[in-house]
């Protein structure tokens, strides 16, 4: 799961005016800059640095589950030979004797595996890195670490042909997640007198590094805001959405879920069969609130917080310069 913020400068300032297109003398960042001041508009220095922390949990779906490497058939045990006689009669009563039975090989025409539910919980430590082109429009990059886990109830049913099936009972499959994530995104702003509104659009990428495979994240945050500076208290604080399309897909080994007994008995003769999990959120929107307090031109503090199907909570030490 990946972490979202929006730059403390885009609660700053309000920008809906309308350009000049003449530059300064030399030049500046954010372009327009004296145009914007020379209208009031009060804007922040034009970059960035921040560390942020996040907690996320939210609800998951299994949108498929690929097995390789599992037999086409399966061994059943035999059943060595043997005799039993009765105790205390009479030496013309014969034993029961049983020749035994062979080993039988019974093929498997498929595996089907069911769901149910789904969740996922994940820390996300990141560091970001922002630039103000124009005084509306903020530009960043962000790099990060992730680490957390989902686990799904799954049922496998094993499909013998001739009518004959073998259901096991649900059973938890937990893949832990950690990985590298970076990206990058843009921010929009504008504003009218105190209130002000936000655009936050990114794409992440996060390279999984206990198991194999990845996670794209696609996020939109639209944000409507006030802004209490002009009353004394150097604190805006706004309420928005926030839209996730996040597509996980998780490789690994069946012996680290189900351990090596039930491994050995569907991989083939010295592979160890390995699954591909596909996952989407169970929710794609929530609500978020959140606030930023202006310690003095040069730090901020960020936090905000996420309700509904899926909950988080964010903070962030921002540095301009």
Known sequence: MELRRFSTAAAIIGTTFAPTYSFATSFELPIWKSEAEERG????????????????????????????????????????????????????????????????????????????????????????????????????????????Y?????????????????????????????????????????????????????????????????IDSIVVTPRVGYDFTDYGHPVRVWVGGQYQNIQQTLKGNLSDVFGPQIAAALSEDGVDAQFVVEQELASEWNTVVGFNYVINPTFNIIGEFGFGERQSAFISLDTRF
């Open 41 to 148: 508009y009060i804007l922040p220095k034009a970059f960035g640095l921040s560390v942020g922390y996040m907690k996320v949990e939210q609800g998951i779906n299994v949108t498929s589950i690929e097995l390789n490497g599992i037999k086409n058939q399966i061994t059943t045990p035999g059943l060595p030979a043997f005799e039993l006689c009765a105790p205390d009669v009479p030496s013309w009563v014969p034993c029961y004797e049983f020749p035994g039975t062979p080993g039988k090989d019974v093929p498997i025409n498929d595996i089907d595996i069911d769901t149910r539910g789904g969740y996922q919980e994940s820390e996300v430590w990141t560091v970001r890195a922002d630039m103000w082109l124009f005084p509306f429009l903020n530009l960043y990059g962000i790099a990060g670490k992730i680490s957390g």
């Open 150 to 214: 989902s686990e799904t109830d799954i049922k496998v049913n094993v499909n013998f042909g001739d009518n004959n099936s073998l259901s096991l009972p649900y059973l938890p499959f937990r893949l832990d997640l950690d990985g590298n994530m970076y990206g990058g995104g843009f921010v929009v702003a504008g504003g009218y007198e105190r209130w002000f509104t936000i655009i936050d659009a990114s794409y992440t990428k996060t390279n999984l590094t206990v198991i194999d495979g990845g």
